[in-house]
C-alpha cells in the first residue's frame, strides 16, 4: 500500500529556477520525510518534518506541511544541475516504525 | 566510517534459485529494513526488524525471508517462491525503535537480475 503520492511524476528546469514538489498522503501521520536518489544510487534523507510544524528550512530546501489536507511540498530555490535526481516524500503512519513512500519525482534541471 | 554496506551491487540468477542478499550496518542502529524498487516506482517495504531475533512482515513479504540474528546484519533470501523478483534491493536502518520513525540510513542497493 502506497501511502505518498507525489506530484507530479517529472518535473523539468533550467538552473537557476525553483522547483516544487507536492507529496499527499491518505491517514494521519507522526511525521513526513523527504529523500533524494540519484540514479542507481541508494535514497539520501532531506528533512523531516513532524505533524505539529507547518514548516522547515534546511539550506536551499523549504518543507511545508498541511495536515488539514494530508499534504506537504518540497520547495529546492535556486536549482543547480546537481540537483537532479528523484525525490520521495515518506510518512511515519504510527503502525510500527516504519516508513511508507511515494512513488517520487523525477527532477531534472538544465544547465 | 560508519555505514551501511550492501554486497553483492550486481546479482545475476537463474530461475528456481534462492538468493541471499547481505546487509551489515555499524552505526549501531536497532531497526533495520529492506524495500523493494522497481524501475520508475517508489520503495515497497518487504520486511523490517526492530530488534535482534525479531522480524515483521511488510507489504509485500511473500517470496522473502530474513533473519536478525545480530544487531549489525541483516540478510534477506529471494526465493524461488517470488514470481518476479527482478528488482534493485534497499536496505537500511534507524537508530531507534519505538515511537516515531526517524531518519532512515540507506545502503546502496543490489541489482538482482533473473536470467
Known amino acids: 500500500s502506497q501511502q505518498g503520492e507525489e506530484d507530479p511524476q517529472a518535473l523539468s528546469i533550467q538552473e537557476g529556477e525553483n522547483a516544487t514538489m507536492n507529496c499527499s498522503y491518505k491517514t494521519s501521520i507522526n511525521n513526513l520525510q523527504w529523500y533524494r536518489q540519484n540514479s542507481g544510487r541508494g535514497l539520501v534523507h532531506l528533512i523531516l518534518i513532524r505533524s505539529n510544524e507547518r514548516e522547515k528550512h534546511s539550506g536551499r530546501l523549504r518543507v511545508t506541511l498541511d495536515t488539514s489536507k494530508k499534504s506537504s511540498s518540497l520547495l529546492i530555490t535556486a536549482s543547480r544541475a546537481a540537483d537532479t535526481a528523484s525525490y520521495f516524500c515518506a510518512t511515519d503512519a504510527g503502525s510500527g516504525n516504519k516508513l511508507i513512500f511515494g512513488a517520487g519525482t523525477r527532477l531534472a534541471v538544465h544547465p | 566510517d560508519g555505514g551501511i554496506t550492501q554486497s553483492p551491487k550486481y546479482l545475476f540468477r537463474k530461475e528456481g534459485q534462492n538468493v541471499t542478499l547481505s546487509c551489515e550496518q555499524n552505526?549501531?542502529?536497532?531497526?533495520m529494513y529492506w524495500y523493494r524498487q522497481d524501475p520508475g516506482q517508489g520503495l515497497r517495504l518487504i520486511y523490517y526488524?526492530?530488534?535482534?531475533?525479531?522480524?515483521q512482515k511488510g507489504d509485500i513479504a511473500e517470496g522473502y525471508s530474513v533473519s536478525r540474528e545480530k544487531k549489525e546484519s541483516f540478510p534477506l533470501t529471494v526465493t524461488s517462491a517470488q514470481k518476479n523478483p527482478t528488482a534493485f534491493y534497499l536496505c537500511?536502518?534507524?537508530?531507534?525503535?519505538?515511537?516515531?520513525?526517524?531518519?532512515?540510513?540507506f545502503g546502496e542497493g543490489s541489482r538482482l537480475t533473473v536470467l
Open positions: 552505526l549501531n542502529h536497532d531497526a
Open positions: 526488524s526492530q530488534i535482534v531475533n525479531d522480524f
Open positions: 537500511a536502518s534507524s537508530p531507534r525503535a519505538g515511537g516515531d520513525t526517524g531518519e532512515l540510513f
